[in-house]
Structure formats: C-alpha cells, structure tokens
Nanobody, 126 residues
Framework: QVQLVESGGGLVQAGGSLRVSCVAS????????MGWFRQAPGKEREFVAA????????YYADSVKGRFTISRDSAKSTVYLQMNSLKPEDTAVYFC???????????????????WGQGTQVTVSS
C-alpha cells in the first residue's frame, strides 16, 4: 500500500499563485509515477499533470500548460504542484495519485492510478 497526503490548498484571488504538496509513504518503491488530478463540482475528475518518480519528462493538461509546474523532491518523498496565474475555472479539489505503470500515455488516465490522496480544496475567486 501507498499512502498519499495532500496539503496546501486554500483560497486565492484570480491571477494569484498557490502550491499544493503530496507526501507519499508506505511501499513507494512500487510507484513509477505521480499525477495530479482535479475535480470540480458536478464534473469528472480530470488530469492536470504527471511526473515520473525518478527521472524523466513531465506532462500537463493543455488547460494548465505554461501556468502549472509539477516537481518532486525524492528525498522527502514529496511531489508539488506550483500553480500560477490561477483562474476561477481552476477551482476544484486537487488529488494526487500514484501509479505503477511505466507507460507515459497511461499517466493521463485516472483509471491507471492505484493509490489516491484525500484531496485538497483550491478555490480561486474572481
């Protein structure tokens, strides 16, 4: 099992910045990549960004490309999502997730993730 705990959500004005964090514990040796997803009320959970646990490229949804940055600190078993130029449509619960899949295309699909955090609320006011 892998446990994931997110933190850092909150309320921010449009145009502002926020960083959310996700600490992983447990059998992290089984994790190949980490992803961030978000879910707004009444909407499907959608892919935001993904990063391999060790080395490799990062991946972003078109809606956040150029504004959000995913990064990791392996020594701290932590993945971050730096969110800049936030828009009201970024308002959602943000979830981190872990996958054992090495297929990069699989990282954009929520069904390929095996472990999930409890989520952290991000609210962007206009």
């Amino acid at each position: 099992q892998v446990q994931l705990v997110e933190s850092g959500g909150g309320l921010v004005q449009a145009g502002g910045s926020l960083r959310v964090s996700c600490v992983a514990s447990g059998r992290t040796f089984s994790v190949y990549a980490m992803g961030w997803f978000r879910q707004a009320p009444g909407k499907e959970r959608e892919f935001v960004a993904a990063i391999p646990w060790s080395v490799g490229n990062t991946y972003y949804a078109d809606s956040v490309k150029g504004r959000f940055t995913i990064s990791r600190d392996s020594a701290k078993s932590t993945v971050y999502l730096q969110m800049n130029s936030l828009k009201p449509e970024d308002t959602a619960v943000y979830f981190c997730a872990a996958t054992a899949s090495a297929a990069t295309l699989a990282w954009m699909n929520k069904y390929n993730y095996h472990f999930w955090g409890q989520g952290t609320q991000v609210t962007v006011s206009s």
